[in-house]
């Protein structure tokens, strides 16, 4: 049978490896796998990830069809109604990807191909719907806004290259406004405001598309940049030097800043490229994303715990800022104008075209903007920003952006289609923009996590084990000591633990008659 002192030093032992392991060893050993996983090393998994998503993003589009188009020419609150979403698949690739050893960066060029998805659409993106005519009203608010004494000028060019519409607004399709394409022909075009205006739109062709050497062009809202790489390429750390800096975007166009708004931080390229993110997520902390397709960084931060798929998140949400109280956002106030309310900015210096962007249906923003407009009703679980991050790797589990596109009208005196309009922050669209891993994706987490699981199982039981004998070395020992109290060696004659033994009485009398004489 094994000893008492050998079953104790082995308990010991198990005892003191499995909680060894269990707090200081089997943590380091995690933390140094979960660093070589995330980084961006080419040939490793994460890489073939980061550069091309076996599955596409989800990119649901939400459009605001005009109800009453005539009604507002004359001066009637727009009563808009909401349609979607029209789901596309959006495949976001990396190509051209050139790794930089010296400063542990990766440079690439970014392609972006939009499919239809028409089984998890609301309706076909044939759908029908009136929408402002998109060049008509871009270059109506551009030059009311830069040239206004020219709007006369401009409402003739209107009626030569559009031949006399009657209405800012047009009869189109999903399709057709995002993705084919709404055409206009300079063709033929003589008079000097709508040959001024077809030689000003011609400069403009990194956003229209051009038939052959003609002067018809063609404009949607992603028309020239679906199947289109982005024009300047981007850099970011890989994260095999310091994990921190994972994905951080270092440069965009081999400039390390923007130009485009008043100083920093709002001009400064902040956070990741919104495809991969450090470990070890702390709720304390924010997270930022750089978005290549709104010219800023975005702040996310820790409202509530979550899960998704079983997995244990981190809850996060994000907002467009508030100048009036943050001024870190105050950089985005345009000097035209100063600064907008809560939650949407003025974004012209970014698409070149007027173009306001809020959160959708201006959740959380100003409530005057809810009063003008007939068909907006802000919803926080429809409408928030929602970001599900696993806090030790960092993985966005559930995370889709929402941003809204937006023009501010008004009445235009010197413009036929305008000159009664009523004020508003008039919405065209909102998009939500990002994905739920699929089971590619989420396959190496749950492996990641069952190999976890199986460790801490196999310490815990080390840790028991050991107990366990170490309990029963305690329980050998106090039952052999209580054994040799109960009975003691035999002495003749002698108190034993206060007991005199005495032979029985029978032997005692067999000695006496041993020793009588003996009679003959």
């Not at 306001?356 to 959740?363: D, E, N, Q, V």
Request: glycine fraction near 6%.
């Amino acid at each position: 049978m094994v000893s008492v002192k050998r079953l104790g030093i082995a308990g010991s032992c198990t005892f003191s490896i499995g909680l060894i392991s269990y707090s200081l060893g089997f943590p380091s050993i995690l933390k140094s796998q979960v660093k070589s996983q995330v980084r961006l090393k080419k040939g490793t998994e994460m890489r073939d990830f980061w550069e091309k998503l076996p599955q596409p993003l989800d990119f649901n589009i939400y459009v605001f069809n005009v109800t009453n188009p005539t009604e507002i020419a004359s001066g009637s609150k727009p009563i808009l109604q909401e349609l979607g979403p029209f789901h596309y698949d959006l495949y976001r690739d990396k190509e051209n990807v050139v790794d930089r050893e010296e400063d542990d960066t990766v440079e690439y060029s970014l392609r972006q191909v939009w499919y239809f998805n028409e089984k998890k659409s609301a309706m076909s993106e044939n759908t029908e719907i009136y929408m402002f005519q998109p060049i008509m009203i871009a270059v109506a608010l551009l030059m009311q806004k830069e040239k206004p004494s020219a709007m006369g000028i401009i409402s003739k060019a209107f009626d030569s290259i559009f031949k006399k519409p009657e209405s800012i607004f047009i009869k189109t399709t999903v399709k057709e406004i995002f993705f084919q394409g709404v055409p206009f022909d300079c063709t033929g075009i003589t008079d000097f405001g709508g040959s001024a205006m077809c030689s000003a739109l011609q400069e403009k062709e990194e956003i229209l598309i051009r038939e052959g050497d003609s002067l018809r062009f063609r404009y949607g809202f992603l028309a020239k940049a679906n199947g289109s790489l982005f024009p300047e390429r981007v850099r970011v750390y890989r994260g095999i030097k310091n994990n921190e800096d994972v994905g951080r975007v270092v440069t965009v166009g081999n400039h390390t800043k923007m130009d485009m708004w008043y100083g920093s931080p709002c001009n400064d390229f902040q956070g990741t490229d919104g495809t991969i993110f450090p470990p070890f997520l702390k709720k304390e902390k924010e997270v930022w994303v750089h978005s290549l397709d709104i010219c800023r960084s975005i702040g996310a931060y820790y409202i509530e715990p979550g899960k998704v798929q079983g997995f244990k998140t981190l809850h996060y949400t994000a907002d467009l800022g508030d100048p009036s109280e943050n001024d870190d956002v105050k950089c985005l106030c345009l000097e035209s104008e100063g600064c907008m309310p809560k939650n949407i900015y003025d974004a012209s210096p970014c698409k070149n075209v007027p173009i306001r962007i809020s959160l959708p249906h201006f959740y959380n923003s100003d409530p005057r903007y809810l009063e003008m407009i007939e068909g907006v009703n802000p919803d926080p679980e429809k409408h928030r920003m929602t970001f599900n991050f696993e806090p030790m790797t960092g993985t966005p589990i559930k995370a889709y952006k929402k941003i809204q596109f937006n023009v501010l009208v008004g009445p235009i005196p010197k413009l036929r289609l305008m000159k009664s309009f009523p004020e508003a922050m008039f919405p065209l669209f909102w998009i939500e923009d990002g994905l739920e891993l699929g089971d590619v994706l989420i396959k190496p987490l749950k492996a990641a996590y069952t190999q976890i699981l199986i460790a801490k199982i196999m310490m815990s039981m080390m840790i028991a084990g050991g107990v366990g004998m170490l309990v029963a070395a305690a329980a050998k020992h106090y039952k052999e000591t209580d054994v040799n109290a109960a009975v003691p060696d035999f002495v003749p004659g002698k108190e034993q633990n206060n007991v005199v033994l005495k032979k029985p009485a029978v032997s005692i009398i067999e000695a006496k008659v041993e020793v009588l004489p003996t009679v003959d």
